[in-house]
């Protein structure tokens, strides 16, 4: 199998210049709201820094898991997610979670992955894979490539000097963040199924509701 093959400059079928010989990929992860969240930290002895996002307060949204890019790299210094070059052995997902944990010391069984949007540039694309993490945990900048990292709240995104590839789809990622609402109508649905419903109709409603809290 194929080993840290992927970097390399591109050129996709658009003309435009792309880090990543197989396409690259980013995690977007998020934490539920909370009253606090840990605050950034900078490569400097993995101290706070005072000139970085605050620790999220309390306002009903979530919070992102953002980087900012070493000064030598690429838009260097500007905040995005952290992410890179895929191998080519590697899915979107597989990229996305190694990267996070190279570059944030995201450990890959504290997030579940909930969906990608991917970029399409014709030849290369870059997938975006939205996790979910159960809190905001501690993170830390974990290689070169990463001047600080930052939770921060969901309003609070597009006043950053943001990568430009992650401005110009942050308005999407956004809408994908937001809580989606599932009106059920639990009683013909549980009156479809010839699975002895009838029998005890409290146990079908909770296991209904079993399965939808799963989705």
Not at 19 to 36: C, I, N, Q, V
Not at 98 to 110: F, I, L
């Amino acid at each position: 199998m194929a080993d840290r093959d992927g970097n390399g400059w591109v050129r996709c079928r658009l003309g435009h210049r792309h880090w990543g010989r197989f396409g690259a990929a980013g995690m977007l992860l998020y934490a539920p709201a909370a009253t606090s969240a840990p605050a950034a930290t900078s490569a400097a002895a993995d101290e706070p820094a005072a000139d970085e996002p605050a620790a999220a307060t309390a306002d009903g949204e979530p919070r992102l898991l953002l980087q900012q890019r070493a000064w030598w790299s690429h838009h260097g210094g500007t905040w995005g997610l952290p992410g890179g070059a895929r191998d080519s052995h590697e899915s979107a997902i597989g990229a996305a979670l190694r990267e996070a944990a190279e570059e944030c010391a995201v450990p890959p069984d504290a997030v579940t992955v909930r969906g990608w949007y991917d970029d399409d540039h014709g030849g290369w694309s870059y997938g975006t894979v939205i996790a979910q993490a159960r809190s905001a945990f501690r993170v830390h900048p974990a290689s070169d490539e990463t001047i600080a990292t930052a939770w921060v709240s969901a309003p609070e995104v597009s006043s950053l000097d943001l990568h430009p590839g992650f401005a110009a789809h942050w308005p999407e990622l956004r809408e994908a963040l937001r809580p989606l609402t599932v009106i059920v109508d639990a009683a013909n649905v549980i009156g479809s199924r010839p699975d002895g419903w009838w029998r005890d109709r409290a146990g079908a409603a909770l296991r209904l509701r079993d399965q939808l809290a799963a989705l």
